[in-house]
């Protein structure tokens, strides 16, 4: 198993930026965030895979990046421009499996086990 602790939530006006950050206990394959706002479904947002690649929603295209450092399993989500629509928990997750990153941000926001406790992100307008 992998555990995974996510921290930098925080609020913000519309137009700025926040950095998450999600530790994980160890390697997987593949890693990735997704939302949840209160009464809406889960949204994947961003997925890196172990080769590199990438794969993100279009409702953040051009806004976030996702970023890894594999070297101590850290797993980074740089949100700039943020817009009242990106208000919710984010939650990091974790797949042990070979996959491609766009099939990584299905997986990652609907069938893993792994994922952790959530940070909560509020943009204000």
């Known amino acids: 198993q992998v555990q995974l602790v996510e921290s930098g939530g925080g609020s913000v006006q519309a137009g700025g930026s926040l950095r998450l950050s999600c530790a994980a206990s160890?390697?997987?394959?593949?890693m990735g965030w997704f939302r949840q706002a209160p009464g809406k479904e889960r949204e994947g947002v961003a997925a890196i895979t172990s080769d590199g690649s990438i794969s993100y929603a279009d409702s953040v295209k051009g806004r976030f990046t996702i970023s890894k450092d594999n070297a101590e399993n850290i797993l980074y989500l740089q949100m700039n421009s943020l817009k009242p629509e990106d208000t919710a928990m984010y939650y990091c997750?974790?797949?042990?499996?070979?996959?491609?990153?766009?099939?990584?941000?299905?997986?990652?926001?609907?069938?893993?086990?792994?994922w952790g406790q959530g940070t909560q992100v509020t943009v204000s307008s």
């Open positions: 160890r390697y997987s394959y593949c």
């Open positions: 997750a974790a797949d042990p499996y070979s996959m491609n990153a766009h099939q990584a941000l299905g997986v990652l926001t609907h069938e893993t086990n792994y």
